[in-house]
C-alpha cells in the first residue's frame, strides 16, 4: 500500500465501498464484489432476494437488453437528463484486462467523433464497481437480426429504403477515417419510427480514407470479407462486402455461407462458393441481386468503388420494386428481358411474362392495384380476383395474427416501447378487421402509460379517440363507446377519474380496459389512491374472454397495487428532525426503489423525496451561524430577485457593485442571470409559434392545459377550458423546467440543445434546486468539452 500513489489508493477503496450493500430487509452488510450487475442476490442472514448493482453514475439499470461477447447492454435511466439510455457494460472476464478496457474505450471515442443520424449517439463513459460502461443512445426498435428471426425473410420492399440509410450511415463513417469491421444484422438497429441506427464500432479501425490492418479478427464468419480472413489490409470495401452478406441474410432469410468457424482455409473457400442471391431467392429483382451480388464480390477491386455508387444502385432497385421504373411496350424492363434471354439460352423458350393487374386481398375486402405500362397508352388490365378466403387472405390474416402475438409479447417482456409502436401500427392499418384494430389502438395507450411516458400515451389516446369517432369503428361493437370512450374523451384533461362517478356503462372486456386506462392516468398524473379502485376492480375481474393479454393486464393491476403498498409503508411521508434520520430515510427509499415493479410516477415520488431528504440534511447539518447572517444584504436580495423570476434585475444590480461581495464573483452570478434571461426568451420564442399542449400546475394549484404567446402576452387554456392571461410567476420553478423538457423535444441542432440545457441549468440554480442543477450541469459537461470549461469556471465564483 505505501508504494500506491494516492489516487489510485481512493479509486480501490471506492471501489470495494461499492461492493458492500445493506440488505433492504434486514440492513446486514452483503459483499456482491463477484456478482455481475443488475443480479438477484439472497441475503445470508434473512434469505430475502435484493437486487444489486443497479446504480452505475447517474444512470439505473431497469432491465437488460442485450448479451454480446464482450460485453452486456441495460436499458437504463438518466437520472439527470430523465430519459432512457442504453449502457453497455464491459463483462466481467475483461473488466480486469487493460487491453480491453483500451479498445471499450476506444470504441466510445471513435463512435462519438463524428455525427450522423444512421448511427448511434454515444453520450458519455464512466466506471462503476470496476467495469467501464459506455451510455448510448437507446433505440427501441430491435436490429435486423431479431427481424430476419420473427420474419425469416425480410421483403425487398421493406429492406431497401432501410439499405440505403445503412449505406448512408457507413458513409458518414468513412467520410470520419473509420471502417466499421463489423457490420452484420445485430449491429444494423431500428428506432422507434423504423430509421436505421449502426451500433458496435468495436472492432472499428482509422483509415484516414485509406487501408489499415487490424491486430485481431473478432468478426462474424458468416459476413467477414476475405481480406480480413488472413488478417490483410483492409479499406471501406471491407465493410461493404460485409454490409452485402447481411443484405444477403436479411433478403434470402440464410446467411451467404454455413461455415462458422474462422479456420482460414476452411472459412476462405467457402467465401468462393456462395451461392448468387438470384438461385437463392429467384423471387427478388434483378436489380437488387446485382448490388448485392456485387457488394459480396471475392476480391475487393471489383466491389463499388464508392458507398455512392452502392446507393445509386440500391435506389434503382428500390424503384424496381416500387414499380416505378419505365417499362417497354410488353411490360418487361431491361433486367427482366435480360433475364429471360438468359432462360432461353438454358431451356431453349423464351418464357413469356404477362403483367396485368395485381389484387391484394384484405382481411374484410380487395383492393386493385392498377400497373399501366410504359408506352403511354393505358391497357386493360387482366383482373385476378382473390376472395377473403383464399390462400392470399389467409396470408394477410396469419400476418396480421402474428403481428398482434408478437405487439404482445413485447409487452409481457416489458418491452413497452416495441408493444406500443407495434400496437399503434396495427390500429392504423386499414386491413385489420374489428375489434382486433381497435383493441390495438388501446393497447398501444396502455403500453405508453405503463413505461411512464405520459406524453406518448396522450397522443396515442388521441388516435384511438379518434379511431372510434370514425364511422369505420362501427364494426367494434358498442361496448367500446360505453366502456372504453368516456374515459378517451377526457384523457387530456388534469383531472383524475373518479371510480364513484365514472359511467362505464358496457359489462365485459370494454369496461375492464377503460377502467385500466383511468388507473393508470390517475397514477401518473400523482393520483395514486385515485387509482387504487381502478386497479382493484381489473385484479379482480372474474370473467375475461378472448385476449390473454387481458389476463396479463390483471397481473399489472396487482403489482400497482403491490407497489402502492410499498410506497405507503416507506419513508416518503415521514418528516425527520436530525441529519441522521434523513439518511436513515433516504436509504429506507433505496430498498424501496429495488423492490418496485412498475415504471413511471412510483420512481419519480421515491427520487423526488429523496431529493427534498438530501436539502434537508443539508439544512440541518449546517445552521445559519453569525457569519453568515452578517455576509451583507446583497445575497439575499439577488435570491429574492430569483425567487421572482427577475434576472434581468439581478444583472442591473451586480452590475451596479465595485468589487465582488465575500463569497462570490459578480461575473459569475452575471452569466448565471444572464442565461436564465434566456431560459424564457427562447420558451416565449418557441411559443410564439404556436399553442402547445403540456399539462402544468400554477402555485395556486390551477391547472393548465396549453401555452402560446399572443401579441407578447402569455396566454393559457385552463383546465376549465378558459383562456386566461398568464405570468411566468405564476408557474413553480419545476412546472417550467417540465415545459423546457417538452418544448426541447422538437428537432434541433447539437448546439441548440445545448444552449437550451445551458440555460435551463442556470434558472434552476437560480430559482430551484442548487444541487439538481449542479448535477444536470456536471452531466452537459461530460458530454461536451466546451460546456466543460465554461462550467468549471463560471461554478468557481458561484457562493457555496
Known sequence: MGDMADGEEDTNMAEVEEDIIVCYACRAPMNVASVPPYSRVVCPGCNVENRVKKQFGPYILNRRHAVGGMSSVFVATDETLGREVALKILSEEYSQDEKRIAAFEEEARLTASFSHPNVVRVFTTGRAFGRFYIAMELVPGGHFEHHIREQGKIPEKELLPLAIQVAEGLKGAQSAGLIHRDVKPGNILLDGEGNVKIVDFGLALVTQGGKATATEIWATPYYVPPEAIEGGAEDFRADIYAFGATLYHALAGTPPCDEETMATARLREAKKRIVPLKK??????????????????????????????????????????????????????????????????????????????????????????????????????????????????????????????????????????????????????????????????????????????????????????????????????????????????????????????????????????????????????????????????????????????????????????????????????????????????????????????????????????????????????????????????????????????????????????????????????????????????????????????????????????????????????????????????????????????ELLKAPRSDAERLRRHGSAVAFEWLAGDRERAVVAADRLADENPAFKELWKAVESGLPK
Open 280 to 741: 437463392a431467392a429467384p423471387h427478388l429483382s434483378e436489380e437488387t441481386c446485382a448490388v448485392v451480388d456485387r457488394a459480396m464480390a471475392y476480391e475487393s477491386i471489383a466491389r463499388f468503388g464508392s458507398y455512392d455508387d452502392m446507393i445509386a444502385g440500391l435506389k434503382t432497385a428500390l424503384k424496381v420494386a416500387n414499380g416505378e421504373v419505365v417499362r417497354d411496350a410488353d411490360g418487361t424492363t431491361k433486367a427482366e428481358k435480360r433475364s429471360e434471354l438468359r432462360k432461353k439460352k438454358r431451356n431453349g423458350a423464351i418464357v413469356t411474362v404477362g403483367l396485368g393487374v395485381l389484387v391484394l386481398a384484405s382481411v374484410g375486402g380487395l383492393i386493385a392495384l392498377k400497373l399501366s405500362g410504359g408506352s403511354g397508352e393505358e391497357k386493360k388490365p387482366k383482373t385476378r380476383t382473390v376472395e377473403a378466403g383464399s390462400d392470399l387472405g389467409k396470408d394477410r390474416a396469419m400476418e396480421i395474427a402474428a403481428k398482434y402475438r408478437g405487439a404482445r409479447v413485447g409487452m409481457e417482456r416489458g418491452d413497452m416501447r416495441r408493444a406500443e409502436r407495434e400496437f399503434a401500427a396495427l390500429l392504423e392499418d386499414d386491413f385489420v378487421q374489428e375489434p382486433t384494430r381497435t383493441w390495438a389502438g388501446l393497447q398501444s395507450v396502455v403500453a405508453a402509460m405503463m413505461d411512464g411516458r405520459m406524453s406518448d400515451a396522450r397522443k396515442r389516446a388521441s388516435a384511438a379517440k379518434d379511431h372510434l369517432n370514425a364511422p369505420s369503428s362501427s364494426k367494434a361493437g358498442l361496448g367500446f363507446q360505453t366502456g372504453v370512450k368516456p374515459v378517451l374523451d377526457r384523457f387530456r384533461d388534469l383531472e383524475l377519474f373518479d371510480f364513484e362517478t365514472i359511467n362505464l356503462s358496457s359489462g365485459g372486456n370494454e369496461r375492464f380496459m377503460g377502467y385500466l386506462i383511468a388507473g393508470l392516468k390517475n397514477w401518473e398524473q400523482g393520483g395514486l389512491d385515485q387509482a387504487k379502485p381502478f386497479f382493484q376492480a381489473v385484479a379482480s375481474e372474474s370473467s375475461l374472454a378472448g385476449d390473454s393479454v387481458l389476463a396479463f393486464h390483471q397481473k399489472t393491476a396487482d403489482s400497482y397495487l403491490r407497489d402502492l403498498d410499498r410506497l405507503k409503508s416507506s419513508a416518503l411521508s415521514v418528516t425527520p428532525e436530525t441529519p441522521e434520520e434523513c439518511r436513515k430515510a433516504a436509504e429506507d427509499l433505496n430498498s424501496t426503489l429495488t423492490l418496485l415493479e412498475t415504471n413511471g410516477r412510483a420512481r419519480f415520488n421515491i427520487r423526488a423525496r429523496q431529493l427534498e431528504l438530501a436539502q434537508l440534511e443539508r439544512s440541518l447539518s449546517n445552521p445559519s451561524s453569525p457569519r453568515n447572517r452578517n455576509k451583507g444584504n446583497t445575497l439575499r436580495e439577488i435570491e429574492g430577485l430569483a425567487k421572482g423570476y427577475r434576472f434581468t434585475e439581478i444583472v442591473d444590480r451586480l452590475s451596479k457593485l465595485r468589487k465582488d461581495p465575500p463569497g462570490f464573483s459578480r461575473n459569475a452570478l452575471i452569466a448565471m442571470a444572464q442565461s436564465a434571461v434566456v431560459f424564457f426568451t427562447e420558451m416565449e420564442n418557441d411559443l410564439a409559434k404556436g399553442a402547445v399542449s403540456v399539462p402544468l400546475k400554477l402555485k395556486d394549484g390551477s391547472g393548465v392545459s396549453s401555452l402560446v404567446m399572443s401579441d407578447g402576452k402569455l396566454m393559457g387554456k385552463m383546465a376549465d377550458g378558459k383562456v386566461r392571461q398568464l405570468r411566468w410567476t405564476e408557474f413553480p420553478n419545476d412546472q417550467l423546467i417540465e415545459l423546457h423538457r
